[in-house]
């Protein structure tokens, strides 16, 4: 069977012809002239938008080049005529030689046995099933559109348009013409929305929901045509679905066995682990994506078996394994330097190895050791409301944890390594973790369990520093088990500059921005101009019971020849201090911004504001010297004052800021106190 017509086994599941009615209209000649005019228009705003687009184009690959070596540039030129060969060498699997192993077994089980006790959990995910069915699935907060009772696979939401069925790599997800953001439609057709829907058919018996999500996946794959569209253009895209048809599939035979479905999802899983070969991320991609595509691969070796041989999952079990050391510190700190990455490579970790223990594969102890390593440092970035620190990118992605609710996923993931731990034991504590990057100090007092965190880190992970953020000596701030002060998040992606610019900036961080410039310099929505990254350094640390932390960074050194040094202490009980300086003889416009979380209210003082948080007072933030305060709250004009909490969604939230100048031997001095007392006010 052909790369193009693979899937013929599942086709009569779905059984929707999809037609197209072309309508023919009548011109009168007296609107001639108005309609050559609009179609001159039309075709003149089409060319300048594509204009626009090239010259885009271009300015991306300039850019992405400089970020390459030697050898990266020619495995580019290699990648590049491969990709041009694949139009015409694309390829094949025989659905009659392949067959299903069960090793997708660890999957489903984890779907059924993990929650079938949580009553609440599964009364959402049959509330959820329901919705899907009448409304559409939910994708980042956005109801899909349906078409026939089925989802639209190539909407290009949160426009009108469509993304084109052409070949893969002919697809430019950042065209305007298109206008969608590529990600949510990614997210749509890695098809994890459907797990707790095959999880709610096995629990509860379920044929009428099995038979709509065994339709549901013959429509998606009649949709995805084999090399055509955007799920192809991404091999981290192919191996997420590699993982949700393994899982699917498991979990609907349990309650409707149906050996044409599972030949057709074989044959799916098959094709995609060899495209994801052909075009493996390396070298300045070589981050979260290619940890997924190995393991996209070594699952797909492992539950569907093929007559002419598989990849040897051994060798590629090996390969995730040195490939995850890479990407990981000795502690196990993720290098991404964006945690929510960090949990979802943790997750592809701990799921290979379900799978390949299940399938008699050896894994040994000292692989757990480093999941389990990895799993420590997550649990020191969550707070008691089980909230992961949120620095960096964070898109979203998950597997099976994106089945249940934002609280119980970093716990879960953890649990999956086999080591159980509990954020409220290390109550009075300073931790610096990766190399030297971050420190988290928690302390007990008249505030409750404060937990703070500062950035001392370098930008981002290889040459690119794709998802890193220019927060370099931001703050963080939770409350017991609700945030404080927060990180601004992710927002978008590919489908606005603009607001992808604005979130990632110093200006929306905690931190200070000097002469209106971020710390350091974008080169594009994932890469950032290399001589222009701000290096951050842990100057020194106290782990008395009144902490001090020092850093620094010389993100401003080389355009002001300023030095940013920042500490920050606990000053007594309920106390705490934030000082600001810069190395430099000349005095600097500086800004410093803290963003408070959207539930607390500021009410401005002469020398700083009062925290209120639910009616009642929080606490307290005075600034010393000659300095100007205001906030702002959700301001499009500058970008400031908005928190993305969710990817594609933002709300304002109020930013608070002091301005004056910095420089010489001038200080900024901020007190943040837990007297509710002042609060009242």
């Not at 069925?165 to 994890?192: I, Q, T």
């Not at 099995?210 to 991404?234: H, K, Q, R, V």
Request: proline content about 4%.
């Amino acid at each position: 069977m052909s790369g193009d017509d693979h899937l013929g086994p599942l086709r009569h599941l779905h059984g929707r012809a999809r037609t197209c009615t072309i309508k023919k209209e009548r011109c009168d000649p007296r609107d001639l002239p108005r309609v050559l005019h609009t179609r001159v228009l039309d075709t003149s705003t089409k060319y300048i938008s594509r204009s626009n687009d090239l010259l885009k184009r271009i300015q991306w690959y300039f850019a992405r080049g400089r970020a390459m070596s030697v050898r990266e540039v020619v495995h580019r030129l290699r990648e590049l005529a491969v990709k041009q060969l694949s139009r015409f060498l694309a390829p094949k699997v025989d659905a009659g030689v392949l067959s299903w192993t069960g090793n997708s077994k660890p999957l489903g089980d984890l779907m059924v046995t993990s929650w079938s006790d949580d009553s609440e959990l599964r009364a959402n995910w049959r509330r959820e099933s329901n919705m899907a069915m009448r409304n559409g699935p939910l994708i980042f907060g956005t109801r899909w559109p349906l078409s026939d009772g089925i989802p639209q696979w190539q909407a290009a939401l949160p426009g009108e348009s469509s993304w084109p069925l052409k070949y893969c790599f002919d697809v430019n997800y950042r065209s305007p013409e298109v206008n969608g953001e590529v990600r949510l439609a990614w997210e749509l057709n890695r098809l994890f929305w459907l797990i707790p829907m095959a999880a709610t058919a096995a629990l509860e018996n379920d044929g009428v929901l099995a038979d709509w999500c065994s339709s549901n996946i013959a429509s998606w794959d009649e949709s995805n045509p084999p090399f055509l569209g955007i799920g192809w253009a991404s091999g981290i895209e192919c191996a997420m679905q590699i993982f949700a048809l393994a899982t699917i599939e498991d979990l609907l035979s349990r309650v409707a066995p149906d050996q044409t479905r599972q030949a057709g999802i074989s044959a799916c899983i098959s094709l995609r682990a060899k495209w994801i070969r052909r075009f493996p991320s390396r070298y300045s991609s070589a981050n979260n994506h290619s940890l997924a595509e190995l393991a996209g691969r070594l699952v797909a070796a492992l539950v569907v078996a093929e007559e002419d041989g598989n990849e040897d999952p051994g060798k590629l079990l090996l390969a995730f394994q040195n490939e995850y050391h890479i990407q990981h510190c000795m502690d196990g700190m993720n290098r991404e330097h964006a945690p929510h990455y960090g949990l979802f490579v943790l997750e592809v970790a701990a799921l290979c190895t379900e799978v390949c223990r299940h399938a008699g594969l050896e894994v040994e102890e000292s692989w757990r050791k480093s999941m389990q390593d990895s799993a420590l440092i997550l649990n020191l970035l969550q707070d008691d409301g089980g909230k992961l620190l949120c620095f960096g990118d964070n898109d979203g992605s998950g597997l099976l944890s994106s089945c249940m609710a934002h609280n119980q996923q970093v716990d879960w993931v953890i649990d999956l390594t086999g080591i159980s731990l509990d954020a409220k034991t290390n109550l009075n504590s300073v931790e610096a973790l990766g190399e030297n990057w971050y420190t988290v100090c928690r302390s007990d007092d008249a505030w409750g369990r404060s937990m703070w965190t500062i950035d001392h880190a370098p930008l981002g992970y290889g040459s690119l520093a794709a998802h890193g953020h220019a927060d370099t000596l931001s703050v963080w701030l939770s409350v017991d088990d609700r945030p404080v002060f927060v990180e601004s998040g992710t927002f978008i992606y590919h489908s606005d500059d603009a607001w992808r610019n604005i979130f990632r900036s110093t200006a929306v961080h905690n931190t200070i921005t000097i002469e209106k410039r971020s710390s350091s310099e974008m080169n594009g929505a994932f890469n950032w101009w290399r001589n222009k990254r701000a290096e951050g350094r842990l100057r020194s640390i106290d782990r008395g019971e009144d902490w001090v932390v020092e850093a620094e960074h010389d993100g401003y050194l080389r355009d002001f020849g300023a030095r940013h040094i920042r500490m920050i202490r606990r000053s007594g009980n309920g106390h705490f201090v934030i000082e600001d300086r810069l190395e430099s003889a000349d005095l600097l416009d500086m800004q410093f911004s803290l963003m408070l979380a959207p539930d607390i209210e500021s009410i401005p003082r002469k020398d700083g504001w009062f925290l209120n948080r639910d009616g009642q007072p929080l606490g307290s933030i005075r600034f010393f010297g000659d300095f100007v305060h205001t906030s702002v709250r959700g301001d499009s004009e500058t970008g400031q004052g908005w928190f993305s909490d969710i990817f594609m969604s933002k709300a304002p939230t109020t930013q608070l800021l002091i301005n004056g100048k910095l420089g010489n031997s001038r200080v900024l001095k901020v007190e943040i106190s837990a007297e509710a007392s002042s609060a009242t006010r």
